[in-house]
């Protein structure tokens, strides 16, 4: 299938630098002296503009005011010239019969501010500067207004007024769910007032299921200019811990089975679920998300989401460098499936076979990509990359009823690698954003994918 694409970048404009060659040392002085009452006197100070267009016909300038530098003073690390960014939009040219009603949803785990320095051993490359949360959270938010999608799903947000006083007047009406337990961050989820109408919100508590302290979010939406157009939109942030792969399963499964529920009260709408998986696209975990079921006795637990092989020493190809232990050792342990554990991941102990209640594709694996970002299951290469991890964990799965059109590819390999891990100047988490543009579809079926006795189980096992 071809695609179409349209470029979206951020431009940054290096300042004039003067250099210094072989000058003696009077003619040195008096280029200081010069330099001295050009900066006491004038203060000047250049305007630079930065342009982010994100569409065939939209854009956004923004300017920001930045202060000359002194060339005599030496060139700090931070201060190198940083790789370009530059995101392209990529259409699908051959779509089914779809309705003109589109909207665009982003998924973006934006990196609490607490964790960030909770866990400097995964930034030691990062200046501090590029760590601190009023950085962050001005690059995060212009990016986010600029790309202009109707529906935002956010996770790792424990800052979620400083975001809402700013999204509130782009337009966007927020909602939040803080974690439970010790942790302070959450998920959050923004919308358009003037493209979508809340009719319904629920929140999920996973410690209550006995699933650890995540939260998930899931509201029903109505289209503003189309009232009988609804859409459920879920944002998830599964459990971090490579180890737990029965966990994951067990949140991904209660998420979908409640998602599915309330789509059948409203009518069987399409559904949407976003956020970070904690699963590579190589993992039991994905192909489960993609098939809608795994028989689990074939895989080793602790290995269900594929996060070990990520490091980025093994990606990179350095395989002298240093490797995560626990991986090694798990090759000689004994990887059995306990009782306890086969009921958290299925709902029943009786079975070996956990079931998806939803049928759900993937809408970057759905339109074609650059082989340069793209890996054989057509994901991103990574959305995320920090010292210890390279590689892709954000989705954005959807049900029958919706067809991505498009979606904004990520970065090139080389590109990430030149950041040296992020976040960076230019970008505010150390996951990318993703966004992907949907219709839906002319006279959309009914979901009956679900009915079936596996996930009825899980249901009443759950007793959600």
Not at 181 to 204: H, P, Q, Y
Request: aromatic residues 10%; contains cysteine; glycine residues 6%.
């Amino acid at each position: 299938m071809a695609s179409s694409i349209t470029s979206s970048s951020w431009l940054n404009r290096s300042p004039p630098v003067a250099t210094v060659g072989s000058a003696d040392a009077t003619s040195c002085d008096s280029l200081k002296r010069h330099f001295f009452l050009f900066f006491t006197s004038s203060r000047s100070i250049t305007n630079s503009i930065v342009s982010y267009s994100y569409g065939p016909t939209h854009s956004i300038r923004c300017s920001y005011r930045r202060r000359w530098l002194n060339p005599l003073r030496p060139r700090p690390l931070d201060q190198e010239p940083s790789p370009e960014i530059v995101r392209h939009w990529i259409y699908a040219d051959s779509l089914p019969l779809v309705s003109q009603e589109k909207f665009k949803i982003a998924s973006y785990n934006i990196l609490g501010d607490k964790n960030a320095f909770k866990h400097k051993d995964l930034y030691p490359n990062v200046p501090l500067q590029y760590i601190k949360w009023s950085h962050r959270r001005r690059l995060i938010c212009q990016e986010l207004i600029g790309l202009s999608p109707d529906i935002i799903c956010m996770q790792e947000v424990d800052r979620y007024f400083d975001l809402f006083n700013v999204m509130e007047k782009a337009g966007y009406a927020g909602s939040y769910k803080r974690r439970t337990g010790d942790n302070v961050d959450g998920c959050a989820m923004f919308w358009k007032t003037d493209s979508f109408r809340l009719l319904e919100e629920v929140s999920i508590k996973f410690k209550e299921f006995g699933l650890r302290d995540n939260v998930a979010q899931i509201s029903v939406f109505e289209m503003c200019k189309a009232k009988s157009k609804r859409l459920v939109v879920c944002n998830n942030h599964v459990l971090y811990n490579p180890s737990r792969g029965e966990v994951k399963l067990g949140q991904i499964c209660l998420l979908s089975s409640k998602a599915q529920i309330i789509s059948k009260k409203w009518g069987n709408v399409p559904v949407v679920l976003a956020g970070d998986f904690n699963c590579t696209p190589q993992s039991a975990i994905y192909k489960f998300l993609s098939s809608s079921e795994l028989e689990i006795k074939l895989y080793n637990r602790k290995d269900l989401s594929g996060q070990r092989a990520c490091h980025p020493s093994q990606v990179f190809g350095a395989k002298n460098e240093t490797c995560n232990p626990c991986t090694v050792i798990d090759r000689f342990l004994q990887t059995g499936w306990t009782d306890e554990e086969i009921k958290i991941a299925t709902g029943n102990t009786d079975s070996h076979l956990t079931m998806l209640p939803l049928k759900l594709n993937s809408s970057y694996a759905c339109v074609k990509g650059s082989t340069k970002m793209r890996d054989s299951t057509g994901e991103p290469l990574a959305t995320s990359y920090h010292s210890k991890f390279f590689g892709t964990v954000d989705y954005l799965w959807y049900s029958n009823g919706l067809v991505p059109t498009g979606v904004l590819d990520t970065l090139p390999v080389d590109i990430l690698r030149r950041t040296g891990g992020l976040p960076c100047k230019k970008l505010g988490s150390d996951h990318l954003a993703l966004v992907s543009e949907f219709a839906i579809l002319q006279g959309t079926a009914d979901n009956h994918h679900g009915n079936n006795t596996a996930s009825s189980n899980h249901l009443s096992n759950t007793t959600i």
